[in-house]
């Protein structure tokens, strides 16, 4: 189904926010968030606790969410000369080599070849320049790598929490269904907060599947569109999987009348580029760079469990591309009125 096409200046994708409905700290239950439920078919809105969404369920449908794994990305270190200098990993570039790709602050200041002390001993290497603030940094070894990690590493909080991380972060800004295995995302898909592992076992007893897959989330997913057509912008690619076994759970769960209920955008733009031939998808692996944009023709997600978005965004712009950019905006409007939480640690929409 073709969606409303709505003009590509980004001026329509803005809106104003109070910033103290910008959520700093998580809600003390993930289940208690609230929840605003918006239908596309024109039934209005409804305001519920997120463990209510359970009653949009029936036995049969597929819960898609994202498996990765937050880990520590900010090392905060030095120079030899003693001045601070943040190291934000952003991927693993040479696994043997242990180089890595790092945002580098500040940038301007370090030179090829210097050393980033962390402690007595650790290091890291600052082995090339690759452009606008990106470094190649590499560790003496994968040992060295993760002590850096563990003793020098930060929760990388996005840039509008205001505060230093905690150490309540490590727990509540990682998904219940965050998998040990599937380490590699510097951005959590935040959507997957608001589910406990009751809430999940209560949709199994419903006879809901949940479906795993991963995309390790980038640093460019806070990243604005600058340009005025929103056509001009370009999404940066992250790693994506879309195992054997899920993409035949997909396509048996469709095939039987199913549902799916994608839970983020980063679940949204896995399966959508898993898209194949009808309303089926393909096992992959390899970099993501699809850009939603209004209409684009939606394949495989019937539902998207989402948060708030920053104006201005791409992720703004894929559920303005799902549910139309009039309809969001005016939920929006309603969120705030109603003074709902906003961002990583806010509410949560159903856009149905």
């Known amino acids: 189904m073709v969606l409303e096409v709505d003009p590509v200046d980004v001026s329509f994708f803005d809106y104003q926010l109070p910033p103290e409905l910008i959520a700093q700290f998580p809600v003390r239950r993930r289940d208690q968030s609230r929840l605003l439920v918006l239908d596309r078919a024109g039934a209005g809105t409804k305001h519920l606790r997120f463990g209510e969404v359970a009653d949009y369920f029936r036995a049969g449908d ?20 003693g001045g601070k200098v943040e190291v934000f990993l952003v991927r693993r570039l040479d696994g043997e080599q242990e180089l890595w790709d790092a945002l580098v602050t500040p ?9 980033v002390l962390f402690g ?3 290091r890291a290497v ?5 452009g606008r603030g990106h470094w190649e940094v590499r560790f003496s070894s994968a040992t060295a790598r993760r002590e850096i990690i563990a003793g020098f590493g930060h929760v990388p909080l996005p840039p509008y929490i205001s505060r230093d991380d905690q150490p309540s972060d490590i727990r509540r800004y990682q998904t219940v269904f965050a998998d ?29 599947t949940v479906v795993e897959l991963t995309l390790h989330v980038g640093p460019g997913t806070f990243k604005p569109i600058t340009s005025r057509d929103i056509d001009d912008h370009i999404v940066d690619p992250e790693f994506a999987e879309l195992s054997s076994e899920a993409a035949s759970t997909l396509n048996r769960i469709r095939a039987d009348g199913g549902r799916v209920f994608a839970v983020g955008t980063t679940s949204v733009r896995t399966l959508e580029s898993a898209a194949v031939s009808g309303e089926r998808v393909e096992p992959f692996t390899g970099e993501v760079d699809l850009y939603i944009k209004p209409g684009h023709e939606f394949r495989i997600v019937d539902h998207l469990l989402t948060n708030f978005h920053l104006p201005k965004s791409s992720l703004l712009v894929l559920v303005s591309a799902f549910a139309g950019r009039e309809k969001i905006l005016a939920a929006y409007r309603e969120a705030i009125a109603r003074e709902y939480r906003f961002y990583s640690y806010g509410d949560a929409m159903l856009i149905l």
């Open 126 to 130: 600052l082995a090339r320049d690759a």
């Open 62 to 81: 597929a819960l898609v969410v994202n498996n990765t794994k937050v880990f520590k990305a900010r090392l905060l270190g030095r120079r030899p000369s």
């Open 180 to 208: 040990a295995g599937r380490v590699g995302a510097v951005a959590a898909p935040t959507a997957g907060f608001h589910f406990t592992r009751p809430l999940l076992d209560r949709l199994k007893r419903l006879g809901v």
């Open 107 to 115: 940038s301007r200041r370090v030179k090829v070849g210097e050393d």
């Open 120 to 122: 007595d001993r650790r």
